[in-house]
């Protein structure tokens, strides 16, 4: 049983990364606006940024869905996956706790709606440390 919440895992995730960044791969400024709400068009500064971001995380999703399917792989994509998606979490509290939230809604007039974004990648860090805990119970046996 634990062997399919782990396959699956890979796969659900996956999919979610790889196409809830893809809009923004494909076009930084509009899928930033439908993704994250921006009040207003993004700084040309921040999409260097912004193309980075969805890049990485189309092909962490690619990876992702590659694990599903091949055992090998599984426990440094997992791992992988945990430290990058605790990272954005922990960005995102940084963001909106920080005074930066307020100069960039002074400065450029982006207000940006992250709760939905941090609710998800909240629950793939937790499954996340839940998947490695079971692949590294199969390394052991």
Known sequence: MKNIITKNYFLVTGILT????LPVMLSPELGTYLLFDFTS?????YLPII???GVMAVGL????IAAHYHPTIRWA???FAVISKTYIVFCIVWFILSDYNQVSIHSFGVVADYSMLMVLEALMV???VFTL???SEKKLA
């Open 61 to 64: 999703g690619g990876i992702m």
């Open 126 to 128: 937790i499954a996340g």
């Open 18 to 21: 790889l196409l809830g960044a």
């Open 133 to 135: 805990q079971t692949l």
């Open 77 to 79: 994509t997992a791992l």
């Open 51 to 53: 193309i980075h971001w």
């Open 41 to 45: 068009n993004t700084p040309t500064e």
